[in-house]
């Protein structure tokens, strides 16, 4: 794409009233930033859901099994032609009302007929899948894998159709489209599916405890997107593509065949239901009776206002401009600004999940991260009402075991990260009434004890996103 | 919520990494208070020298740093098992963690590692911090034969988990060029550059687990012990300006 098309293209999203005023789940809202440098990336053959960030307002995951190989075939080749890849999705942004990914398990390239020898050359975590890795990934207790919902725990779900769209109209046209497809192949099976709505406010992305969402995003070099100021350098494609340079400036051997993983990407899926009640109970209980006491130890447990406005550039009172300012609200970093935590506690969730320079080769532990919130938001005021509402993400990465699951094993659920002791994510982590959170403040921190936990893992699973070309050699047209 | 409910809390219970979970009810910080970490370690052996007494079967209810102390380990290196990234985990003891890894040198190879000593030590001198992604206290590198050729031990005690942290470590190792003793030892992969889990597996293979470790200052990371001295030489600071 020539650099006018760029321009075209982010001058039509700002103008756009559905960018504008609407909640973007797959979000654009780093689009707007894209200027044009020359890369090596194949983004025609890449699936779009890597790099783009679409304007939709609702999605809907479709979690499948399939019984027979040639039926699964049928299935890839009647929706293939759905999937765009990164420049059509460009290309065509403006007038597409809906947006398709395909994905699979281990077990799912297994039941389309790949072949044992090159299902053995595939990473060892995700030969595994999420399920036997739940011990070391924190998934125990509340979280395993015996009380997850919607088969994703069973080894009979294979492949994942992820959908999103404008608005619920088009969700319910590209839903029955799919019904249409899935009549004629008998031998697919829905084992469930799951919708994806985003609520008021819609100027913004944030999620059902109110944080504005989706601000911080690595960039891949050469995807013409541009990383925000303090976001750090533009990543390596290698660290989410395969077949790309990585971090480590090597090219790590590919799985086999080549067709099948180049320009492939892991994806760990996580469904984390969202207990508001709980979130704003404890909210009440630690934060005084104030308001603006509340929002502190909102902002203390995740390390920005729920505005989006980060702790360290406004450490005392919320600042809703800055928080909106994608020129200004990533733009910050801890060793010299805030090294002992003062303005961000350091068990707080967005230091955990990117400590930026007070980590070891952080560029090497990114990851990406696309998905929504599912379930009806809580009205402010009202009780507990037991309903599932949550976010459903995919976590996208090069390697599970590097990005993925070092972030869940020592990262959110290590006690002893920055050597707290005892203290897990306050908002992700597996958190069973035994934790800690540490406020730094002087004179004497403040020490919330017996954290409560505000999210459960509803399900999970590992699934590899292959490129265009490797979903037509799935559906054996190559 | 009680902590009778955690029926089979592992070693790292007490240590306060409890990784066993109870259904909680939500809603309520019922766990407020209850801070002292679960024990039930039977298959510990702690023996608190300070209190005389000999191997017994609790662990100390918390990591006292003032009483010596001395942990048996079986020989698998761990108590329970629990599966890190790559592998079992191997416990923190008094010792905190550590790894001790013993590679038999390859023929002709002595003097390039024992070269090498001195250039980790340059490279420490021009930068105080380049080894601090380890988060060491101590290093010792040992060659020695006992009959059966030449080999190279790298003891290292350090204050995290070497599952976690592994790949870190490896960039750290190939930055520095400390790699380039290694390449010196029999077993080291080929491809090192490109295949991290063959490094990983190198090491996991030549690790040599203790079966006994001992704190006199238990437990005591050297973050701590910075802060502890930082601490003393304010104090001595300010005692100064009251003269």
Redesign the interface.
Known sequence: MKRRDFNRLALGICLSPILTNAKLIGGTDALAQETRRDGMLELDDLQHIVITRVPALTGRYEFLSFRQADQGRAWLSGILDQVASVQRARESIEREQSWVSVAFTWQGLRALGVDQQALGTFPEEFRQGMVARAEMLGDTGRNHPDRWVGGLASPNLHAVAILFARNGAERERATRKHQTFLARTPGVEVLSSLDLDGFPPFDYAHEHFGYRDRLSEPQIEGSGLEPTPGSGASVKAGEFILGQVDESGELVPLPKPEVLSRNGTFMAYRRLQEHVGAFRDFLRQHGGPTPEGQELIAAKLMGRWRSGAPLVLAPEKDDPALGADYQRNNNFSYSKMDPQGYAVPLGAHIRRMNPRDTAASIQRRRMIRRGATYGPPLPEGAPEDGVDRGIAAFVLCGSLVRQFEFAQNVWINDPNFHELGNERDPLIGNQDGTFDLTIPKRPIRKKITGLPAFTTLKGGAYFFLPGINALRYLAGQS | ?S?DQIGTATRRDFL?????????T??????????T??INSQEVQVAQLATGQSAQLTAPASLDWTKPTAMAIPKEGYFKL?????GPIFPRTPANYGFTVIAKVKPGRESAIREYGKTIEEAVKANPNVLA?LRLHYLRWVMFDVGSGLHFMYQGIF???FD??V??AI??F?STGITTVFVNLEGWPEDW????LAVIKFFRDHQRPSFLEYGEYPYV?A??VRKSLSVKTALSTMLDQMQ
């Open positions: 919520m902590h306060g990494t409890a990784t066993a979970a109870t259904a909680l939500l809603g309520a910080s019922q766990g407020a208070g209850a801070q970490a679960s629990e599966q890190g990234r790559y992604p204050d995290t988990d976690k942290y790949e870190d960039a750290l190939n550059r490109t295949n991290t990371t973050d701590e």
